[in-house]
């Protein structure tokens, strides 16, 4: 019995193996459906571990969730080149602005995540079972993003805190994802991607007016950023 067993589940393996090779869109899904399982399992399991460590609701929770999401890379055949990490070393706060791309945004994000830093996030991820505790256990700030009065108004507020207690905004860039990850054409490969943090863009002196002029010149510099390290003219148009 345990070798027919075993039989059936190295042929449904194989199967699966040769789906994935012969059709992007059962690679696409399986992966998806792989990397939605793994973020559950995990949450749970380092939930157990904050829990135990920590007691409860505390930023100091990252340095854990961190330590399993890096290993998310090696099931997805994942590189990660960093630079800039010195740009972190600051005295006092510091606000850390990066672009979002898709659900695999948070590989980056703990590659490069410093000790005691509280991130925001869409208030819909306290929903999510496992990956809600485990987001709220680490300290996550949650908005309502499709309340767009009640986001911009966080936003807003962080903005303006942030001149006036003088801190630096430090930028963080990942390149393109489209070249093994593109769900319109059903893409998940294995690839490399750049990670860079930018030079702090210090805030001393400013007021709220200059609020604007601080947020287009992050856009400007990320921007510019994006397509050196994704290899495109920096003119183009980018859709991720």
């Known amino acids: 019995m345990e070798l027919g067993w075993l039989l059936w589940g190295t042929a449904v393996l194989l199967l699966l193996h040769v789906l994935m090779e012969l059709s992007p869109t059962v690679n696409f899904a399986l992966r998806i459906g792989f990397y939605c399982l793994l973020c559950l399992l995990s949450s749970a399991l380092a939930a157990v571990a904050c829990l135990l460590i920590n ?10 969730i961190r330590a399993f999401v890096r290993t998310f ?3 997805f055949g994942l590189r990660f080149e960093v630079k800039g990490l010195e740009n972190f070393k600051v005295e006092g706060p510091a606000i850390i602005l990066s672009n979002h791309q898709s659900i695999l945004d948070m590989m980056g994000l703990m590659e490069i995540l410093p000790d005691n830093c509280v991130q925001v996030g869409k208030r819909e991820l306290m929903y999510m079972g496992s990956v809600g505790l485990i987001t709220y256990l680490g300290g996550v700030i949650f908005i309502n993003r499709k309340s767009t009065s009640s986001a911009k108004m966080v936003m807003s507020e962080v903005a303006k805190t942030m001149v006036a207690e003088n801190v630096p905004v430090i930028p963080v860039v990942y390149s393109s994802f489209t070249t093994f990850y593109n769900p319109k054409t059903k ?7 750049k990670v860079e943090v930018l030079p702090p863009i210090e805030t001393k002196g400013m007021t709220s007016d200059d609020v604007t002029d601080l947020t287009d010149r992050c856009f400007s510099t990320m921007r510019e950023t994006l397509f050196r390290l994704s290899g495109r003219p920096s003119k183009a148009k980018d859709s991720s």
């Open 73 to 75: 890379k090696y099931f």
């Open 55 to 64: 007691g409860g609701r505390t930023v100091k929770n990252m340095r854990i």
């Open 187 to 193: 893409l998940f490969t294995s690839g490399k991607i």
